[in-house]
């Protein structure tokens, strides 16, 4: 059976559309796994950002380093991955529901008509830098507008999705969003990445049914790990993993030029962060994280 | 007096507001120069496409390799021109004003909400590819809206445009969608550069006023120049320049990852052809082309 959809929890849970099975199994019995399974996806996000992060992504991909990644679809390369797809439909790309445009030097816009969601743009017509400013200003009808068209627009140029998340989070920011993505994500029968919301998780958890799963375990590299102890960080999650389904998140790119300069002033997920992250697979060797 | 704006003629004109001059002086003499003088403007096109591309020009405007330059504000890295262009006010900046989106891997929309300018639309939502088949779908008030709303957008990220002129010449294809340019460029009161359309020459004559002047000569590399002789081209044009304004267009890049892959499958304007361009005044270099 293939795992189209991933981990999560701690703080985050995934709803799947893995088919009717009792929520009393474990999660690696539902996904037809022995009920003491050790589960990992390892999953890269922001696909389309920037070359830089599509080369790095793709070699991972195809390598196995990582078994799952997301397309940020308003942006300028989306067409890149697009062909990535078509020669790989092996790959499990989802998408990483986009409604900010978080960096100084290189932006992006909706990929709705920009009238009918004006409560997503800032004064110069991009999305909102920042999460929750989006999600301060941002009507759920107009994200439900864009995430759909999203959506659309990646089948459009050839793109199967897999799954949806949300980059930088922005749908997770109110129960609102959350119910928008939700009802999105149910519509498209596509499984999806969704926190659990402090007090809200109530809310949460009256969306699933016996067709989701809930994710067990969720890791993510953060700027308190330093940087000589990135590769630890990494093999020490794996080596503790519990039995359960784990998803470990990374942010793949080259330390290069182009993304030296799309990350500019921004360290924490910049340019050194994603080659760190690559890096722990790197190409030719042995050892992948899998 | 500063030469806000620049050259054209054999295949080109440029009609630029200087002020009412009487039509019978030479444009030298329009300009404040003696008759008999060579002026020269070197331009840079397409600023914001890539971030390759914007280093290349701003490294050579800031050493005055070239002395004009324009801007793409569909693109991703209009931030990052603005940034440049806020700390150096003396940069010559217009706007570049794009209606395709030409390379297979990397591609932009419109700046103006899609469904006002659905004619501009390609069926993924991106403009046009080619040129002659934008022409061909445009609507003209919709050309009018889009290259409005450019200029519009320029202004709000801080760029104060000194010209327009058209990416891919697609605003020269038809005299209707010509006629919407000059009418926005005349509105600005900004001077732009335009075609000799065969047959079409009185329609633009008749476009002309006192505040307007011709240039005299336009010269850009071509496919037909071998590699080898890619600088022997360009200093044979500086020493064959005859009285007169004349503008050389180039189109500079650093031939790297990022660049390449933009470029993909299309070496005529590509990577290593805007190498070129920017090795004719490398870095360090005494002799520039001014």
Same mark, same amino acid.
């Given at each position: 059976m293939r795992l189209r959809k991933f981990a999560v929890s701690g703080l985050f849970l995934l709803f799947a559309a893995l088919g009717a099975h009792a929520q009393n199994k474990t999660v690696a019995e539902r996904l037809g796994y022995p009920a003491d399974s050790k589960l990992l996806i390892v999953h890269a996000d922001d696909l389309a950002v920037a070359h830089s992060v599509d080369t790095a992504s793709f070699d991972a991909l195809t390598r196995n380093a990582v078994n799952s990644a997301s397309i940020m679809v308003p942006c300028a390369w989306l067409t890149e991955v697009a062909a990535f797809a078509k020669n790989h439909p092996e790959a499990d790309l989802g998408l990483h529901l986009t409604l900010t445009s978080e960096w100084k030097t290189y932006r992006w816009g909706p990929v709705e008509s #920009? /009238?009918? %969601?004006?409560?997503?743009?800032?004064? $110069?017509?991009?999305?909102? &830098?920042?999460?929750?400013?989006?999600?301060?200003?941002?009507?759920?009808?107009?994200?439900?507008?864009?995430?759909?068209?999203?959506?659309?627009?990646?089948?459009?140029?050839?793109?199967?999705?897999?799954?949806?998340?949300?980059?930088?989070?922005?749908?997770?920011?109110?129960?609102?969003?959350?119910?928008?993505?939700?009802?999105?994500?149910?519509?498209?029968?596509?499984?999806?990445?969704?926190?659990?919301?402090?007090?809200?998780?109530?809310?949460?958890?009256?969306?699933?049914?016996? #067709? /989701?799963? %809930?994710?067990?375990?969720?890791?993510? $590299?953060?700027?308190?790990? &330093?940087?000589?102890?990135?590769?630890?960080?990494?093999?020490?999650?794996?080596?503790?993993?519990?039995?359960?389904?784990?998803?470990?998140?990374v942010h793949l790119g080259h330390d290069d030029a182009e993304l030296q300069a799309v990350t500019l002033d921004h360290p924490d997920y910049g340019s050194a962060w994603r080659q760190r992250d690559y890096d722990v697979a790197p190409p030719g060797g042995s050892a992948t994280m899998m």
């Open positions: #920009k /009238d009918k %969601v004006p409560s997503l743009l800032d004064s $110069a017509g991009y999305l909102w &830098p920042e999460s929750p400013t989006a999600a301060s200003h941002i009507k759920p009808e107009e994200a439900e507008r864009e995430i759909r068209t999203q959506i659309e627009n990646a089948i459009a140029v050839g793109i199967h999705p897999t799954h949806l998340d949300s980059h930088m989070g922005t749908l997770f920011n109110t129960p609102e969003l959350f119910a928008v993505y939700a009802k999105v994500a149910h519509d498209y029968h596509l499984p999806f990445l969704a926190p659990r919301l402090p007090g809200e998780l109530s809310k949460l958890l009256s969306l699933l049914s016996d #067709k /989701d799963v %809930v994710v067990d375990s969720f890791i993510i $590299a953060n700027p308190s790990v &330093p940087a000589g102890e990135w590769k630890d960080f990494y093999v020490n999650a794996v080596k503790n993993l519990k039995p359960g389904l784990t998803e470990i998140i």
